[in-house]
């Protein structure tokens, strides 16, 4: 079933942060817009894929949207129950609720030439076992899908067999799926993978008196809170060599030498890796501490599963009777934006460096996808909203 085709200025796709800072920006200069979700909720990540302990892991100042402050009262490292309630704040603030179709899953959008308008299909998701395609038009498309659109596993070896001897079979979920560590008290459980969701997780797992071991198959740069605080304002002043030599140093007089427990440093500086290849520092808020003590044990690669055991690349397997993969995600853009080969590459990531990465042709545009977290969606945001407005209103 087709339904007629709606007409709008500009056409967001998704109602994370990034879209609704592009919404919010394109509200205060009156440029009407609508955002497809294929959700059933704005900014699902956080309000039903996130693990209970999640906080901001920058500090507040760095990661408020355009036009509205956090409340003073919010601590410096806001948590995920105050971010949300910030969100809900922001919707209410801007109007924006109205303006979003939740449910929309894009299936496919390209620019018309004759027209000089981006077509977009979505489906409805909003009645099952019924397919209804809709069809969008407008002059203006923002990519605002985000770097966390659909939850990665890597395809391990035997992973289908894994299974616990006492349950009949074993626990694989992915980090969305994880909320707290209350169940698994008592249990062996494998975290794979050692950004910041796999570490905090595993802490809380640890906290949650569960047998904890943390997959670490690559270097990682380890700072506390306070030293990426201290690193994002020496930015402004001091080259980024400087700042990440400064900041190599405080990690190891803090942290001493990880080595020892499996945590091997990269050759390239943290704020450096940041900026090149979006790979973020470990902000460690105590899971360090837990490696130390030998509550959390760490390990190699994985090299494969039999049943409940998982081998290692160091040739040694454990049993474990729960797994949780903190494996990131894959962006889907290169599924559904067509015949664009201006903006993004292959892996939905933008093809010109920053500054310049949102801007591609005939009025695309991305959003949030800078590899500076919500400090670079707001710039974003603003940046797309002055554009547009630039366009359609010339001085």
Same mark, same amino acid.
């Given at each position: 079933?087709?339904?007629?085709?709606?007409?709008?200025?500009?056409?967001?796709?998704?109602?994370?942060?990034?879209?609704?800072?592009?919404?919010?920006?394109?509200?205060?200069?009156?440029?009407?817009?609508?955002?497809?979700?294929?959700?059933?909720?704005?900014?699902?990540?956080?309000?039903?894929?996130?693990?209970?302990?999640?906080?901001?892991?920058?500090?507040?100042?760095?990661?408020?949207?355009?036009?509205?402050?956090?409340?003073?009262?919010?601590?410096?490292?806001?948590?995920? !129950?105050?971010?949300?309630?910030?969100?809900?704040?922001?919707?209410?603030?801007?109007?924006?609720?109205?303006?979003? +179709?939740?449910?929309?899953?894009?299936?496919?959008?390209?620019?018309?030439?004759?027209?000089?308008?981006? %077509?977009?299909?979505?489906? %409805?998701?909003?009645?099952?076992?019924?397919?209804?395609?809709?069809?969008?038009?407008?002059?203006?498309?923002? #990519? !605002?899908?985000?770097?966390?659109?659909?939850?990665?596993?890597?395809?391990?070896?035997?992973?289908?067999?894994?299974?616990?001897?006492?349950?009949?079979?074993?626990?694989?979920?992915?980090?969305?799926? $994880?909320?707290?560590?209350?169940?698994?008290?008592?249990?062996?459980?494998?975290?794979?993978? *050692?950004? %910041?969701?796999?570490?905090?997780?595993?802490?809380?797992?640890? %906290?949650?008196?569960?047998?904890?071991?943390? #997959?670490?198959?690559?270097?990682?740069?380890?700072?506390?809170?306070?030293?990426? @605080?201290?690193?994002?304002?020496?930015? =402004?002043?001091?080259?980024?060599?400087?700042?990440?030599?400064?900041?190599?140093?405080?990690?190891?007089?803090? @942290?001493?030498?990880?080595?020892? $427990?499996?945590?091997?440093?990269? +050759?390239?500086?943290?704020?450096?890796?940041?900026?090149? @290849?979006?790979?973020?520092?470990?902000?460690?808020?105590?899971?360090?501490?837990?490696?130390?003590?030998?509550?959390?044990?760490?390990?190699?690669?994985?090299?494969?599963?039999?049943?409940?055991?998982?081998?290692?690349?160091?040739?040694?397997?454990?049993?474990?009777? *729960?797994?949780?993969?903190?494996?990131?995600?894959?962006?889907?853009?290169?599924?559904?934006?067509?015949?664009?080969?201006?903006?993004?590459?292959?892996?939905?990531?933008? =093809?010109?460096?920053?500054?310049?990465?949102?801007?591609?042709?005939?009025?695309?545009?991305?959003?949030?996808?800078?590899?500076?977290?919500? @400090?670079? !969606?707001?710039?974003?945001?603003?940046?797309?909203?002055?554009?547009?407005?630039?366009?359609?209103?010339?001085?």
């Amino acid at each position: 079933m087709k339904e007629q085709a709606v007409g709008v200025e500009v056409i967001i796709v998704g109602a994370g942060p990034s879209g609704l800072a592009t919404a919010a920006c394109l509200s205060l200069q009156s440029i009407p817009y609508v955002i497809l979700e294929r959700e059933n909720c704005y900014a699902s990540i956080w309000k039903k894929y996130s693990y209970d302990r999640l906080r901001l892991h920058l500090a507040k100042q760095f990661c408020q949207l355009p036009h509205l402050p956090f409340p003073s009262s919010y601590p410096m490292f806001v948590s995920r !129950a105050q971010f949300i309630e910030y969100l809900d704040h922001y919707v209410s603030h801007f109007n924006i609720g109205p303006s979003i +179709r939740y449910q929309r899953s894009v299936e496919s959008a390209s620019y018309d030439e004759a027209t000089n308008m981006w %077509n977009v299909k979505a489906s %409805n998701l909003l009645s099952p076992g019924r397919e209804i395609e809709e069809y969008y038009s407008g002059r203006f498309l923002v #990519v !605002a899908s985000g770097e966390t659109s659909n939850p990665f596993t890597p395809d391990v070896r035997g992973l289908s067999s894994f299974c616990s001897s006492a349950t009949g079979t074993g626990e694989v979920i992915h980090s969305t799926q $994880y909320k707290n560590g209350k169940p698994y008290g008592g249990k062996h459980v494998l975290v794979v993978g *050692s950004g %910041n969701s796999g570490m905090k997780i595993a802490l809380d797992l640890a %906290n949650h008196a569960a047998k904890t071991s943390l #997959v670490i198959r690559s270097p990682v740069h380890v700072l506390s809170r306070e030293m990426v @605080y201290l690193g994002l304002v020496l930015l =402004k002043y001091v080259p980024c060599g400087g700042v990440d030599t400064l900041m190599v140093m405080l990690s190891r007089l803090v @942290y001493g030498d990880l080595s020892k $427990y499996g945590i091997y440093k990269p +050759r390239e500086g943290p704020f450096f890796m940041k900026a090149a @290849y979006g790979k973020y520092p470990v902000i460690d808020v105590g899971t360090c501490e837990k490696i130390k003590s030998g509550q959390i044990q760490v390990l190699p690669g994985m090299e494969s599963i039999r049943g409940n055991e998982v081998v290692f690349e160091n040739g040694h397997s454990h049993h474990f009777d *729960s797994i949780v993969f903190c494996t990131g995600f894959k962006r889907s853009t290169n599924v559904w934006l067509k015949g664009d080969d201006s903006m993004l590459n292959d892996d939905g990531i933008p =093809k010109q460096s920053y500054p310049n990465h949102w801007k591609g042709k005939n009025g695309l545009y991305c959003v949030g996808l800078s590899r500076k977290g919500l @400090y670079g !969606a707001a710039a974003d945001a603003q940046n797309i909203a002055d554009h547009i407005n630039s366009i359609l209103r010339p001085s």
